[in-house]
């Protein structure tokens, strides 16, 4: 089945950095794909590729198959939605709840009875509560609902989330991934998380992609890749979230300075002498020459 | 070392008084660490900047703050200012507005030491050097500019300065909220090992029960201005008693957990406006196993086990539900 | 809201005398061969300001001026602001050759000397209101252009224009509904400080001769009370009455114009 959303060959350059540099990734039909990587690491600018905010200096992005007509941005946006991490900051602080979410059917000529159903979808009932409220007189949690409320009018078929709940309070987080989730399963929506949390991958995600420095390094079922990661910095990334192991020495590195081989071997832990003249390919999965072969095939 | 009772703190608005703070009580021992876990709004950052007097001078503050006996509230503000300089420091979040943009972050660091320790601006450029070694920011970097480094060697220069005068007492709030999880882990680790090393207590404030429960022996979950459950750190995550330390605790789902695949947990409702809690259990709104009791009696912090205490009325019925 | 009450109130004290001006004044009054009043006199009975030179009541003369003088300030700023705020929130808008070419002219505009340009335009356009209306806006509009575009920067960094542009909204889209409503506060009150300095550009223009010479304005009263040598006789009733009410319409302005950035902030009306 064609996948509903695939970047191909992505890479997106600002000056000298490579943001992204060569990226494949698809969502299909109804799945959730958590985009994993620390700050940095591109996953903001693929994303907003994904949308179409950001033109790719090379490669190309494709909706059902067909490649993205940049002529042709605005019926795009129909079926593809942003959600962006900062709820307060998303919104207008000018505009009235019923105007934040009647924005995108206003703008698609579309019938704003939309708004009511889309605020209820969203959790925020009554509906008729919100209408005439502004921005600051909402809580964290419901302003981003307000702001998913705002893509649900258009019907979009997937969503691209960019760290929806990064700067939510912890026990509103699993409301609002409650919400994704339910899209999913009753709208049979698709959706890209982007993050840099693994438990929320854990949490709703089908697949999970690793992105590392502009590629990516890893992807595959949220178990494959959570349970028996193998790629090092995968590891390293679960070590850190659960505190086990010595964390990675280092700094995410600039990506104007992408280092020669595989981009990970001046932080792997366990990079040997060729890491740094070969830059391996994805395989299976897996970008990292380490990975044994008997466990690609 | 250091005994707070019963402080409040409450903030004069149009409406009347706003209670942020409503009571907290806690013991802290030298060498020691306290997680203090909470949402936002829920008075943590405030009670911990109570303890040393840095709220505006609109915040009134009742209580006691003993520090080594002495009470910190009342104590004369040249006594107060002795304490800050060497007994007790502050680790904010957000270390570039911390540090002065324009000068270099060895001075930075030596100030303190030339003030404090009344050494020659040579032995002070020799600890400066030696804290930031110790902190893993090279010590060559001691003239650089705080724009020249990262968020994460920001926030190690910041551990760094709070060292400078060998604290007994660090009070860290959200010392890496704004971190990436690598480099997140990174000052946890230093953070720790300081600690184990130099016998330093410390308070740390976070919003997020996975970095406490990694850094902290002991943890205090605050909900609306008031302790709700202390307790040691991994019984506590293992094993809430209280429903709300138990949705926290859900918030963060451990990677390889069947139960929480595919199944985020979450808190209906928002956290209340501390201005309109009324009598009973402030938690009692967003709490699936409220009762009668709950919306009316007083809550305490009744005992809950050994070391630990939580503040729900089920914990009395004796059974964990 | 006290400033409210004040700004607009002195506001509209000043509107209504200067529209219902004719229905008392008369050319008897204003026209120096008609009037009847004695010479530079002191404030007495009939006349609470005392008079000019010819022999008119300060006071007519301070009302009717007030005519012109509103006029061409508020007309200046008009031309002022919607120039000043298309090309800011143009130059704001498209970062790209469109917003550097805008900017350099705005430089180029701030360069010139605003006194001397505006004596040789009206030396070109001859003497007279339009002269001085077209002088100030065209020295006054870079100010409004330079602070229209960098609040323009700052609202097109928020995560709400990419919001907005995600859903499908256009330049002018993004312009209008979102940037235009978060800088209109700013206009508003840089507005109000602009037609505060447009009164007093038009009372230097005028004072240095460049008005019409028979109109009345306050400019050209502080121009004809000093030519008429008001200082060295020591006449103050003279000089003080149109400096006093520029001074009061420029407050005016002032508390209007913050009073008016308060009511349009959502989070602060919410509670006011």
Same mark, same amino acid.
């Given at each position: 089945m064609t996948p509903v959303l695939e970047a191909r060959g992505l890479e997106i350059a600002f000056g000298r950095a490579r943001a992204v540099d060569g990226v494949d990734i698809e969502v299909r039909q109804g799945e959730i794909v958590a985009l994993v990587g620390e700050s940095g690491c591109g996953k903001s600018s693929l994303a907003r590729a994904l949308v179409g905010l950001v033109r790719p200096t090379r490669g190309e992005v494709r909706y059902r198959g067909a490649p993205l007509d940049y002529r042709r941005l605005k019926e795009y946006r129909r079926h593809v939605q942003l959600i962006l991490q900062d709820p307060g900051g998303a919104l207008n602080p000018r505009q009235t709840v019923r105007a934040a979410v009647a924005e995108g059917p206003r703008l698609h000529g579309l019938k704003d009875d939309r708004v009511t159903s889309a605020l209820a979808r969203a959790g925020l009932r009554p509906p008729e509560d919100y209408l005439g409220r502004y921005p600051h007189e909402l809580s964290g949690g419901q302003q981003q609902r307000v702001v998913i409320a705002g893509a649900l009018a258009l019907e979009p078929s997937v969503i691209v989330a960019d760290e929806p709940v990064a700067s939510l309070d912890a026990s509103v987080r699993g409301e609002i991934l409650k919400l994704i989730l339910g899209l999913r399963d009753e709208l049979g929506m698709s959706a890209l998380v982007v993050t840099h949390d693994l438990g929320l991958a854990w949490n709703i995600a089908d697949r999970v992609a690793v992105m590392y420095l502009g590629r990516i390094v890893e992807s595959g079922t949220v178990e494959e890749v959570l349970i028996r990661p193998r790629h090092p910095y995968t590891r390293a990334m679960l070590a850190a979230a659960s505190g086990t192991a010595t964390p990675l020495q280092g700094e995410p590195p600039d990506p104007a300075r992408i280092p020669a081989g595989c981009r990970f071997h001046p932080r792997c832990p366990s990079r040997t002498d060729e890491c740094g003249t070969i830059d391996p390919p994805v395989l299976a999965g897996v970008a990292c020459h380490l990975t044994p072969l008997e466990e690609i095939s | 070392m250091l005994e707070v009772r019963d402080l409040t703190v409450s903030y004069g608005t149009r409406d009347g008084a706003a209670q942020a703070v409503r009571g907290v009580s806690f013991t802290l021992e030298r060498g020691q660490t306290l997680g203090v876990a909470g949402e936002s709004g829920c008075g943590k950052s405030t009670m911990a900047l109570s303890l040393l007097r840095l709220?505006?001078?609109?915040? #009134?503050?009742? /209580?006691?703050?003993?520090? +080594?006996?002495?009470? *910190?509230?009342?104590?004369?503000?040249?006594?107060?200012?002795?304490?800050?300089?060497?007994?007790?420091?502050?680790?904010?979040?957000?270390?570039?507005?911390?540090?002065?943009?324009? #000068?270099?972050? /060895?001075?930075?660091?030596? +100030?303190?030491?030339? *003030?404090?320790?009344?050494?020659?601006v040579k032995a002070a450029r020799g600890r400066a050097a030696e804290l930031l070694e110790a902190v893993g920011v090279p010590a060559r970097r001691a003239g650089d500019y705080p724009h020249e480094f990262s968020g994460g060697q920001r926030q190690r220069i910041m551990i760094a300065m709070a060292l400078a005068c060998r604290p007994d007492l660090i009070v860290a709030d959200e010392p890496t909220t704004a971190l990436d999880v690598m480099v997140q882990a990174q000052i946890l680790r230093l953070l720790g090992d300081l600690v184990r090393e130099s016998g330093i207590g410390v308070i740390m404030i976070s919003h997020d029960l996975a970095v406490l429960a990694q850094m902290c022996e002991r943890l205090a979950v605050m909900y609306a201005g008031r302790i709700v459950e202390t307790g040691p750190a991994k019984e506590l995550i293992a094993d809430p008693r209280h429903p709300y330390t138990r949705a926290l605790a859900r918030a963060f789902p451990t990677i390889g957990d069947p139960a929480s695949r595919l199944a985020p947990e979450g808190l209906p409702g928002d956290p209340p406006r501390i201005a309109d809690l009324g009598d009973g259990c402030a938690f009692a709104p967003r709490c699936e196993s409220a009762g009668p009791a709950c919306r009316t009696g007083a809550m305490e912090l009744w005992p809950s086990g050994e070391g630990r205490a939580a503040a729900c009325v089920h914990v009395l019925e004796g059974g964990a539900s | 809201m006290r400033s409210l009450f004040w700004g607009v109130g002195v506001l509209a004290a000043f509107a209504l005398l200067a529209l219902t001006a004719p229905l008392y004044i008369g050319d008897a009054d204003l026209n120096v061969v008609k009037v009847t009043g004695p010479q530079l006199s002191p404030p007495v009975g009939g006349y609470p300001l005392g008079t000019d030179q010819a022999g008119r009541s300060v006071l007519l003369l301070v009302i009717w001026g007030a005519r012109e003088s509103l006029a061409i300030g508020l007309i200046a700023t008009a031309l002022t602001v919607l120039l000043g705020s298309a090309v800011g929130l143009l130059a704001g808008h498209y970062q790209g050759m469109i917003g550097k070419a805008l900017m350099h002219v705005t430089d180029w505009f701030i360069a010139l000397p605003s006194l001397p340009l505006a004596i040789s335009l009206s030396a070109v356009l001859g003497q007279g209101a339009a002269s001085i209306t077209i002088a100030i806006a065209v020295t006054s509009w870079t100010a409004t252009a330079r602070l229209v575009r960098a609040q323009t920067l700052a609202v097109e960094a928020r995560p709400f224009i990419e919001r907005a542009r995600v859903l499908g909204a256009g330049n002018a889209q993004v312009m209008l509904r979102h940037v235009l409503p978060n800088v209109l506060p700013l206009i508003l009150v840089s507005s109000t400080l602009t037609v505060a300095s447009a009164i007093l550009s038009e009372a230097t223009l005028t004072f240095l001769g460049l008005g019409d010479p028979t109109s009345v304005t306050w400019g050209s009263m502080l121009q004809a009370a000093f030519a008429g040598g008001a200082v060295t006789a020591g006449a103050w009733w003279y000089l003080l009455p149109p400096g006093v009410a520029i001074l009061i319409v420029v407050l005016g302005f002032t508390l209007t114009g913050r009073a008016v950035e308060h009511l349009l902030d959502p989070r602060r009306s919410a509670h006011a």
């Open positions: - | 709220l505006p001078a609109t915040a #009134r503050v009742t /209580g006691q703050v003993l520090f +080594e006996g002495e009470d *910190l509230l009342t104590a004369r503000w040249a006594r107060l200012r002795a304490v800050r300089w060497n007994a007790v420091s502050v680790v904010f979040q957000g270390a570039m507005s911390a540090l002065n943009p324009v #000068r270099t972050v /060895g001075d930075q660091i030596c +100030e303190p030491i030339l *003030l404090h320790d009344r050494v020659g | -």
